[in-house]
């Protein structure tokens, strides 16, 4: 069972990244899968969420508006279009797939929340 999140790197100010989040190992339209970002000595915080049948979506008040969020069950992936970045987004970027439904109405993890590795997303001023 593995989640693997690309598609990070530096960009300007103004720019956009995709990010990708790789399933492996098991059926991932049984899952919710949400974004969470980290910076150093802050606490990680939910970006964004979208449960397995893409029915209920998630995003934190940063980035509506900015980011989508998106997935193919079929593929197994699913993907986080970042648009409009700036320097307050440059954080350490995460998936996370939950069994459960509450992560995509509240963007908080839970006991059953596996985490994937991250993908570092810098934007520069």
């Known amino acids: 069972v593995q989640l693997q999140a690309s598609g990070g790197g530096l960009v300007q100010t103004g720019g956009s990244l995709r990010l990708s989040c790789a399933a492996s190992?098991?059926?991932?339209?049984?899952?919710?899968i949400g974004w969470f970002r980290q910076v150093p000595g802050k606490e990680r915080e939910g970006v964004s969420c979208?449960?397995?049948?893409?029915?209920?979506?998630w995003y934190a008040d940063s980035t509506r508006g900015r980011f989508t969020v998106s997935r193919n069950n079929a593929e197994k992936i699913v993907y986080l279009q970042m648009n409009s970045l700036n320097p307050e987004d440059t954080a350490v970027y995460y998936c996370?797939?939950?069994?459960?439904?509450?992560?995509?109405?509240?963007?908080?993890?839970?006991?059953?929340?596996?985490w994937g590795q991250g993908t570092l997303v810098t934007v520069s001023s």
């Open positions: 190992g098991f059926t991932l339209d049984g899952y919710a």
């Open positions: 996370a797939a939950d069994p459960g439904f509450t992560m995509c109405l509240n963007g908080k993890a839970s006991v059953s929340t596996w």
């Open positions: 979208i449960s397995g049948g893409s029915t209920d979506i």
